[in-house]
């Protein structure tokens, strides 16, 4: 293991009011020691995390470096282990004043250095690397050049925060009028890691509209298409997409991605006539067990899993031992309320009884009078979703397992949950609902 010394920061000797003789030409450096300097600020010490290797680390810049005659400058950004540049690699070269280091390319060096994020091992998951910029003149082998100071990067790996399945939240998104009208109803469809580095996906409803990706809810970096090629463009053109349920992979090694139609659904005489009284009820992706998940309203009868409301991928269960087997037997099932659980990792399903929280009112099913309550379902512990639900003008609640027992309204129409509370007016459109019970809010995200 190198050693991943933690030095001082030191400035190298410059040029200065120098000669520097090269091949038949004679260059002055006129920059005096210190004028040539890296000017960003630099943190306290930087965090790593593997689920956020694309993000931006570092944007490093300097001034301008001064040869004393009108002549073409290059820079290279140089790192460091040792500390001394004894062991100088090369960052990235540029002819401007800045280069930036991503997250990633900081991680690679700490894990050159030996450092680890897994506290079951020895070895420490603190240290640092030094940077500077060389700056010079012609090709890059040239001894007509001049340093800047060098600085210290403090760095801390650390384990990404994921659940028991291992897969974290991304902090890559999708933005767009096919998703939540640009970022102004509520945030971007969420991507997760995979077993690849810089391969994510996501699981969403679109809407008939456009899209891109985007880090971190922001434009700070954004991908689009730019020719309907499925490569991904920074910046690049917004890509085409119509209504319907999907599943996106984007993947950052090749810059390239796919939207393929993707959804799992309950079907049978338990829930929808076997398709006949409308679309399959949808189960919603839970990346902290790798799992699909779905609260529903059963009736008497039997039902099915099966994808894209279609009959070519289908399972049921031969044996009736909570094992999905591929055109396997109905699902006997009972009227109630229960979270239904797919996991394709084990190849089981579970039924189990369970509190359904739904949306309630004359803004969709006339208090109950005009169907059931829109169903919402539990993707982690106390957060509950539902998309898209089609409301019109009028007032909800929200009410557990379609009776009012219990329901919660809002007094003040604040976004809190209030048990008994006012009802809470509503205009038509579609909905993105989200409902967090550790804090007792809610969200109406209208994004159609």
């Known amino acids: 293991m190198k050693n991943f010394k933690i030095f001082s920061l030191f400035i190298l000797a410059m040029i200065g009011l120098n000669s520097c003789e090269t091949d038949d ?30 993000n931006l680390g570092e944007r490093f810049t300097w001034t301008s470096a001064d040869f004393g005659v009108p002549t073409n400058v290059s820079y290279d950004l140089q790192r460091s282990i040792m500390g ?15 280069i930036a280091m991503t997250i990633g390319q900081m991680m690679a060096v700490a894990t050159e250095a030996g450092l680890d994020a897994n506290p079951a091992t020895p070895a420490p998951n603190t240290g640092s690397f030094a940077v500077r910029v060389r700056a010079y003149v012609g090709a890059s082998g040239s001894t007509t050049e001049i340093f800047s100071d060098a600085k210290t990067i403090s760095v801390v790996l650390q384990e990404a925060q994921t659940g028991g399945s291992g897969i974290s939240e991304a902090t890559w998104g999708i933005v767009g009028s096919g998703y ?33 990706f985007r880090e971190n809810n922001a434009w700070d970096s954004d991908f689009g298409d730019t020719g309907a090629d499925g490569t991904l463009d920074a910046g690049g053109d917004n890509i085409a997409v119509t209504e319907g349920d999907y599943k996106i992979t984007m993947n950052l090694n090749d810059n390239t991605y796919t939207i393929e139609p993707f959804t799992w659904g309950v079907v049978g005489s338990g829930y929808n006539d076997w398709g006949n009284t409308g679309p399959d009820a949808k189960f919603y992706y839970d990346y902290t067990t790798d799992t699909f998940k779905l ?3 059963l009736v008497d009868g039997e039902i099915k899993f099966r994808q894209n409301n279609q009959w070519v991928t289908d399972f049921g269960d031969s044996g009736a031992d909570g094992t999905l087997d591929a055109g396997g ?39 109950g009078n005009a169907g059931a309550d829109f169903a919402l ?27 009012w027992d219990t329901d919660f309204g809002d007094t003040g129409a604040d976004g809190t949950l209030d048990a008994g509370g006012d009802n809470i007016a509503v205009t038509a459109g579609k909905y993105r609902i989200r409902l967090n019970l550790s804090d007792n809010t809610y969200k109406l995200n209208k994004v159609q």
Not at 84 to 98: K, Q, R
Not at 336 to 364: C, K, M, Q, R
Not at 382 to 392: K, M, P, R, Y
């Open 25 to 54: 030409d004679v260059v002055f450096i006129a920059q005096e020691p210190g004028e040539f300097v890296l000017t960003n600020t630099i943190l306290p010490e930087y965090i790593l995390t593997s689920s956020t290797g694309s």
């Open 329 to 367: 037997d109905n699902i006997l099932v009972t009227a109630g309320h229960y979270t239904i659980t797919l996991d394709f990792n084990s190849n089981e399903y579970t039924i189990e009884a369970d509190e359904i929280w739904g949306i309630v009112g004359s803004g969709y099913n006339d208090w």
């Open 295 to 297: 609260g529903v309203r």
């Open 84 to 98: 001394d540049f004894s062991d100088a690699v090369l960052v990235g070269t540029t002819a401007g004043n800045e």
């Open 377 to 403: 379902t539990e993707v982690n512990p106390d957060i509950w979703v539902g998309d898209i639900a089609t409301l019109v003008d009028g007032e909800i609640k929200f009410r557990v397992n379609n009776a």
């Open 180 to 212: 939540n009208d640009w970022g102004n109803a509520g945030s971007d469809g969420q991507f997760y890691t995979t077993a690849t580095s810089n391969v994510y996906v996501a699981y969403v409803t679109l809407l008939t509209g456009e899209i891109k």
